[in-house]
């Protein structure tokens, strides 16, 4: 089945650096890869994906993530952090290579961006 | 509707009590997902339902949990003799069938279990 490892649980990042937020996964098949963002008492709401195509994905808010098929890896960056993209991150996939349809999510990234 | 909705936003209940949580996912959405999110933790599959075909199970914990979809739109998971372990935030998504769609999330039920 199609699994998703967010390794880190909290990045903290000053204000204006860039951020990283990284995210491997395993599947069978192709992946379909997906980050989500959750602001505080907010559902969670899509940033960005990849689906094929250019391996280097922008999404809203300037964020953009990087597709490697040999690293098995989809990490979501920015060039420049501000205070408000404080929030939990969530890294998804769905396996082309099995009949599920669901996504399965990682564990989830808290960034914390500082002034 | 523009969004998914979940009703209610809060739900507390005693132990060993039923609960019935609705998701109204947006008009034309043919698949409907429900994921659970504990405190702290990611999302867990709970089931999903695409179009008519047999909801896939696999997700649901105990077979205290079950859900269904009247009409291919609304959604209504129950949780049967509730327990303290249940207290999670549930949240509801939709998406057109397709998989290379993303989800769009409701803004999900907070049960909590006294």
């Known amino acids: 089945a199609q699994s998703v490892a967010q390794p880190e649980d909290q990045v903290n990042v000053a204000e204006g650096n860039p951020l990283t937020v990284k995210c491997t996964y395993s599947?069978?098949?192709?992946?379909?890869l997906f980050w989500y963002v959750q602001y505080p008492n907010r559902g969670l709401q899509f940033l960005l994906k990849?689906?094929?195509?250019?391996?280097l994905v922008k999404g809203s808010y300037g964020f953009e993530a990087e597709f490697n098929k040999s690293q098995t890896s989809f990490h979501l960056k920015k060039p420049s952090a501000l205070v408000s993209d404080s929030a939990l991150y969530f890294c998804?996939?769905?396996?082309?290579?099995?009949?599920?349809?669901?996504?399965?999510f990682g564990a989830g990234t808290r960034l914390t961006v500082k002034p | 509707g523009a969004g998914v909705s979940q009703s209610p936003s809060n739900k507390v209940t005693e132990k060993g009590k039923d609960v019935e949580l609705r998701c109204d996912p947006i008009?034309?959405?043919?698949?409907l997902y429900w994921y659970r999110q504990s405190l702290g933790q990611g999302l867990e599959f709970l089931i999903y339902?695409?179009?008519?075909?047999?909801?896939?199970k696999s997700g649901l914990p105990s077979d205290r949990f079950s859900a269904e979809r009247t009409g291919g739109s609304v959604s209504t998971l129950t949780i049967q003799r509730t327990q303290q372990e249940d207290s999670a935030v549930y949240l509801c998504?939709?998406?057109?069938?397709?998989?290379?769609?993303?989800?769009?999330f409701g803004s999900g039920t907070r049960l909590t279990v006294v």
């Open positions: 998504a939709s998406s057109l069938g397709n998989r290379a769609y993303g989800y769009t």
């Open positions: 599947v069978s098949g192709n992946p379909y």
């Open positions: 990849y689906i094929t195509g250019d391996n």
């Open positions: 998804a996939v769905r396996d082309t290579g099995t009949n599920n349809n669901d996504m399965r």
């Open positions: 008009s034309g959405h043919t698949a």
């Open positions: 339902f695409q179009g008519n075909s047999a909801p896939d």
